[in-house]
């Protein structure tokens, strides 16, 4: 039982915490602070209410200029207690038998990556295959191209299957698993860009549509009119794009929306135009990366030609995707490009993720120029393999970036990662982050 409710008392201090410093640490003297933990950060030397209860002081959380302790007293209850500008309080730790907790093991952001890189993948997919496959049926149809329209039609088969499927379970996966762990930045996002999120599911809707009608339309409409239904898909789930990529490049670079709060000043903002250009050469990528295997059932008299055709795509999306990427680190401010760049980044690992980034781009380019333009008779599985490895590789790692660049903001300089305002940390530092915690009831009593 002692057990149990210093654990319930340990797990109050890190909800109710943004950074934490805990440590095993026991002393007979509870009016004065723990021995110093074997850790790099030294403790604050604070002096500790004379009325704590006999029992023995486990650990200490600390927030800027607020600190917790928690304990258990010789009874079995619970101690904790918080210290402010206004000095050490006690706090009650309410009965928690009823109360339910979501935590992961392997932590919410690695639960987020599992969940959105596969998503994004497939969603680039959706729209650069919707242009691929409605440019390819319109030059077969222009130039009465048997093969090449049969591969726009084996195409839209993965097409259904990844991006309808796939696509859209995984998208509402996003939605539940960021609503988990980051329910203040997903309210922000709604109540900020509410009718751009409207805009967007509209978008969707058509696109679902018109992908459902392209499939199932072979050869029982015309050629014109199904033509213009998987242009019409195509713009729908472009247009998905544009609306998604303002939401998402505001939360790195809000901009001017920092102070004026309007909705066009956040979603055009310095980062929008670049990441377009970037996400638009991702799409060709993606496209060739899956429609390249629809490939490889072609005649085999039309199979390197259709292969070559599919590489020139993967050109010319790894070659728009370097000059967006330049464009987009051009944009980011000098704090931000500090975190990765120089000759001493702040964060190492966020360096080496540049790099990979880079490499794995320059390896897509190569192997496309080379297995699939220059010597299309090579394009085999093996090969359409290690282009899309090196796809995914660098589009991961562009992914990995530039959520690790916005940390520790969800919205930078507005909504930190532990769901804090920015603009509420002062007023946190004078009362404590207790009194503004739903974990706990602080009572009256200052100490």
């Not at 959380?61 to 000095?87: K, M, T």
């Not at 751009?196 to 014109?224: H, M, N, P, Q, R």
Request: hydrophobic share 55%; proline share 4%.
């Amino acid at each position: 039982m002692r057990t149990a409710l210093l654990a319930r008392s340990l797990l109050l201090v890190l909800l109710s915490s943004a950074a934490m410093l805990l440590a095993a640490c026991s002393d007979d003297d509870t009016t004065s602070p723990p021995d110093p933990c074997p850790c790099e950060s030294p403790w604050s030397v604070v002096e500790l209410p004379a009325d704590l209860p006999d029992g023995m002081l486990s650990a200490i959380a600390l927030y800027h200029n607020s600190s917790a302790a928690v304990g258990s007293g010789l009874d079995g209850s619970g101690i904790l207690l918080e210290n402010s500008s206004r000095g050490w309080r006690r706090v009650e730790i309410p009965e928690l038998q009823s109360a339910s907790i979501w935590d992961v093991t392997i932590g919410g952001g690695m639960l987020m990556a599992l969940v959105a890189i596969p998503h994004v993948i497939v969603s680039h997919f959706a729209i650069g295959g919707g242009l691929l496959i409605a440019v390819t049926e319109t030059l077969a149809v222009k130039r009465g191209d048997w093969e090449m329209r049969e591969l726009a039609r084996r195409s839209s088969l993965v097409l259904i299957l990844v991006s309808t499927v796939f696509g859209a379970i995984s998208g509402v996966g996003i939605w539940v698993v960021a609503g988990l762990i980051s329910p203040g930045a997903i309210s922000a996002l709604i109540h900020t860009y509410v009718w751009g999120w409207a805009i967007e599911w509209v978008f969707f809707i058509l696109e679902i549509v018109a992908a459902l009608v392209y499939y199932t339309t072979w050869d029982k409409i015309s050629k014109g009119a199904h033509v213009l239904v998987g242009w019409l898909y195509f713009v729908g789930a472009y247009l998905s794009l544009v609306i998604i990529n303002g939401i998402i490049t505001f939360m790195l670079t809000p901009g001017r929306w920092l102070d004026t709060h309007a909705f066009w000043d956040g979603f055009f903002n310095p980062t929008y135009f670049p990441a377009l250009l970037l996400r638009t050469g991702i799409c060709a990528m993606m496209a060739t990366a899956f429609l390249v295997f629809a490939a490889q059932k072609a005649d085999p008299g039309a199979k390197p030609r259709l292969i070559r055709y599919l590489g020139w795509w993967m050109v010319a999306g790894a070659l728009i995707s370097y000059a967006g990427y330049r464009w987009w680190e051009a944009a980011l401010p000098d704090t931000v490009l500090g975190l990765f760049r120089g000759d001493s980044p702040v964060l190492p690992t966020l360096a080496a993720t540049r790099s990979l980034t880079l490499w794995a781009l320059t390896a897509a380019l190569v192997l496309a120029a080379v297995v699939l333009v220059a010597r299309p008779r090579y394009g085999r599985a093996v090969a359409a393999i290690a282009v899309m490895v090196a796809a995914f590789l660098f589009f991961g790692s562009y992914e990995r970036l530039r959520e690790g660049v916005r940390k520790p903001f969800l919205i930078h300089s507005h909504l930190f990662s532990n769901g804090l305002l920015v603009s509420d940390i002062e007023r946190i530092n004078e009362e404590g982050m207790v009194a503004h915690s739903g974990w706990v009831a602080a009572s009256v009593d200052d100490g």
